[in-house]
């Protein structure tokens, strides 16, 4: 005689206790705005690779490819006032300086940001010494802000807590402050080919992925090249989509030519 089929024990399903931090936390990734649009291209970083190296042979100090990302971010913003803009309502604020956010990948919910500001005025090496002086920085305040966070919001009522959230997170002044105009965020591993962030602050967005060798077509040949999938994401509202691919393609020339980013 066929038996029933045994039926599994109930396993556990419980809440977890959340602190005034983490609820905090919720709500801020609630409160902050998704990208209009999403673009994704290849950048050879041959020719990169091959100049830092010999910069860092001349000045001896160890820039990396990060770092060229960024100077060439800058350069590109020069040239391209809608992505020193932030919109809050029916207001579009516009900066005459560059303010590049730069996120640091930790384990925590809320990757903290160091914000380079004036990055056009910045050496690749003064670029690189803020990056390494500023991720301890950026990291000791960021668990300073979490503590604060829990200190003021632990007793609020959780739809108060999320309307002085979403204020203060959409306030424009505080967006330029805690995270730019534009920002870049890099994954720095090899194995993982790209991502798209589901938030952005900014006007633009930039999603480095893993930086290694892949077969390239160069001159008919098929070779391996030092390259990285990139991903641009705009705010539609100051940063129109054909403007958007001008900038991608200035990006990408200025990497593809480091000569120009000295």
């Not at 539609?236 to 593809?256: D, K, N």
Request: glycine letters at 6%.
């Amino acid at each position: 005689m066929a038996t029933s089929p045994a039926i599994p024990a109930e396993t556990n399903f419980s809440l977890e206790p959340l602190d005034g931090a983490q609820r905090g936390l919720l709500d801020i990734l609630t409160s902050v705005r998704r990208p209009d649009g999403y673009c994704m291209t290849m950048v050879d970083y041959t020719w990169a690779e091959a100049w830092r190296k010999n910069r860092v042979a001349q000045t001896g100090v160890p820039i990396t490819l990060i770092d060229l990302t960024l100077r060439s971010m800058a350069l590109t913003a020069v040239q391209n006032e809608p992505m020193r803009s932030l919109v809050h309502g029916y207001q579009i604020y516009r900066t005459n300086s560059i303010d590049i956010g730069c996120s640091i990948a930790t384990n925590t919910t809320l990757s903290p940001v160091i914000v380079f500001r004036d990055a056009d005025k910045l050496s690749l090496e003064e670029l690189h010494q803020q990056r390494v002086t500023g991720t301890k920085e950026a990291i000791e305040e960021q668990e300073k802000r979490l503590a604060e966070l829990d200190r003021m919001t632990r007793f609020l009522p959780d739809g108060v807590r999320r309307r002085l959230i979403a204020r203060f997170v959409n306030d424009p002044h505080n967006r330029r402050k805690l995270g730019g105009t534009i920002a870049l965020s890099a994954i720095e591993l090899d194995d993982m080919e790209w991502m798209c962030p589901a938030h952005i602050g900014g006007a633009l967005l930039i999603s480095l992925g893993g930086i290694r060798e892949r077969p390239m077509v160069v001159e008919g040949e098929v070779v391996p090249r030092l390259s990285a999938y990139v991903t641009f994401m705009i705010d539609q509202r100051v940063i129109h989509p054909m403007r958007a691919m001008r900038v991608f393609r200035r990006f990408r020339r200025l990497l593809e030519n480091p000569e120009k980013l000295g």
